[in-house]
């Protein structure tokens, strides 16, 4: 059981405080799949550092009883001295994990071939986003956290990363964070979205993708991004 | 705030997790090419070894119970111990902030994965050093090696909890580090590297003794050189200054976990 209780976020910026998350609170148990929606700049991605821990919230608690992965595909930490095969032994040293076994797995996702050995310098975008994707893979978790941009990629791409996760760790929890709502449509039974620092939860995920459009039917098109 | 794991899964993460650290930040820092890890003994070397010959040129010589190369190597060794590892860690939170996605990866962790290899470097380097010039003749063997090696740990204690407390700071400011490399600078000749206190005029000792390090070269010398040197040190002082340094780095370091915006 993953569970967040009545988690603030605020950050400090030059004009005073600014929150970004108010009382958040949910709870997701063992393979469920939460969709929550939220136009730019509503907090997802805070949201999903507060549930992996990067960051921790101003007030309440997140709390983890079971294993939550670094936000999906997240590939920030890439070093760029290190090669494709370092950063997998990192990642697989820092989650206790042996990576010889992964490296067929690796090599063939990320279709790097000698470059997999290579400094990640030589690497282009294509490249560093699969090995980022594949490094998120290489360890188990029992529930993934999936920021938007893994969306980001060729169709074929796309559908590998999917392939991946949601039919081979179907039976995992995740957590979707997007604004694209097709994807929670396909993937998720509960969806929420996250309006001006709240989170609302809706029965189905057509309820709140209606709820969606009209938060950002209520913006300005400038505002709204 | 996950379902608190035993000391013992404490000790296992945290031990696996500074493992990682260290081979990447040994990748990183020194790369494959050329003589790769081993940059990490040889640059605190040539440091050494040039500021032995500077000083030899330079015939700063007080006392000739103590070769000059050994005075050096002692002195200068000892500097590197608090203010490499401190400088290192000014920029190590921002430089590895992403790594903290990966919520087993703590501030104190990237602190103190720069600060053991800095310590470790220095004392590699310090060790083959005196050995070789011990072999060669241009220094004595260590009198008493367990009081150099009591220093040593003393110097090693007040490097770590600095370099902690400094990087730590830095997270929250960039005038910690503003100001740390122009006092690094002003505390080197002050840092008893170049001088014996007993050297100083019996007014001015109380002044170069409020530095804790100072104590821990004493100690060294002390211990290197024997009786031909009357060092003055205070190991209860230099200990309290270590422990309430340990105690305010590591309170800011848990600080700024919480204060740092990935």
């Known amino acids: 059981m993953l569970s967040l209780e009545h988690v603030s976020k605020t950050y400090a910026t030059r004009h005073g405080r600014h929150e970004v998350l108010r009382d958040v609170s949910f709870k997701l148990g063992r393979g469920e799949h939460?969709?929550?929606?939220?136009?730019?700049?509503?907090?997802?991605?805070?949201?999903?550092?507060?549930i992996s821990g990067a960051e921790r919230p101003t007030a309440g608690i997140v709390r983890r009883g079971m294993s939550v992965s670094w936000p999906l595909a997240f590939g920030g930490a890439f070093q760029v001295n290190l090669t494709g095969l370092d950063n997998l032994k990192f990642v697989c040293r820092i989650y206790g994990v042996d990576y010889k076994p992964l490296i067929p797995f690796v090599e063939e996702f990320t279709e790097l071939g000698k470059y997999f050995r290579e400094p990640v310098l030589h690497y282009s975008q294509g490249m560093l986003t699969r090995l980022a994707f594949a490094l998120s893979m290489a360890v188990e978790f029992d529930c993934f956290l999936i920021d938007e941009a893994m969306v980001v990629g060729d169709v074929r791409f796309h559908e590998r990363c999917h392939l991946e996760l949601f039919h081979k760790r179907k039976d995992r929890a995740f957590i979707l964070v997007t604004h694209d709502a097709n994807v929670i449509q396909l993937y998720c039974k509960n969806a929420c979205v996250l309006h001006e620092g709240e989170l609302i939860a809706f029965s189905t995920v057509k309820e709140a993708y209606d709820f969606y459009l009209a938060t950002l039917g209520a913006q300005p098109l400038a505002a709204a991004e | 705030m996950e379902d608190q794991p035993s000391l013992r899964r404490c000790?296992?993460?945290?031990?696996?997790?500074?493992?990682?650290?260290?081979?990447?930040?040994?990748?990183?820092?020194?790369?494959?090419e050329n003589l790769g890890v081993l940059w990490l003994v040889g640059e605190p070397m040539l440091f050494t070894v040039g500021v032995a010959t500077l000083w030899t040129a330079s015939g700063m010589h007080h006392s000739s119970a103590m070769p000059i190369v050994a005075f050096a190597v002692t002195g200068y060794s000892s500097v590197l111990m608090w203010r490499n590892s401190a400088s290192r860690c000014t920029a190590a939170v921002a430089?590895?902030?992403?790594?903290?996605?990966?919520?087993?990866?703590?501030?104190?962790?990237?602190?103190?994965?720069?600060?053991?290899?800095?310590?470790?470097?220095?004392?590699?380097?310090?060790?083959?050093?005196?050995?070789?010039?011990?072999?060669i003749g241009w220094m004595p063997p260590p009198g008493d090696i367990l009081e150099v090696f009591g220093g040593w740990l003393m110097l090693a204690w007040f490097g770590a909890s600095l370099a902690v407390l400094i990087g730590a700071g830095t997270a929250f400011s960039e005038v910690v580090d503003r100001l740390w490399h122009p006092a690094s600078y002003l505390l080197f000749p002050l840092s008893g590297a170049a001088f014996m206190v007993d050297w100083m005029p019996e007014n001015l000792r109380w002044f170069v003794l409020l530095l804790p390090m100072v104590h821990g070269t004493e100690i060294i010398r002390e211990g290197w050189f024997g009786?031909?040197?009357?060092?003055?040190?205070?190991?209860?002082?230099?200990a309290s200054c270590c422990l309430v340094l340990t105690l305010a780095g590591l309170y800011v370091q848990r600080q700024a976990r919480l204060h740092i915006e990935v």
């Not at chain 1, 939460?34 to 507060?50: C, E, P, V, Y």
């Not at chain 2, 009786?227 to 230099?238: F, I, N, P, S």
């Open chain 1, 34 to 50: 939460l969709g929550i929606l939220g136009r730019n700049g509503a907090g997802k991605s805070t949201l999903i550092r507060l």
């Open chain 2, 11 to 32: 000790l296992a993460i945290q031990f696996r997790v500074l493992h990682a650290l260290l081979m990447r930040e040994v990748i990183t820092r020194f790369g494959r």
């Open chain 2, 95 to 135: 430089q590895n902030k992403p790594l903290l996605y990966h919520r087993n990866v703590q501030v104190l962790d990237v602190l103190l994965t720069r600060t053991i290899l800095e310590i470790g470097g220095a004392t590699a380097s310090f060790i083959v050093l005196s050995s070789f010039f011990i072999f």
């Open chain 2, 227 to 238: 009786a031909v040197v009357t060092a003055h040190y205070d190991l209860g002082y230099m």
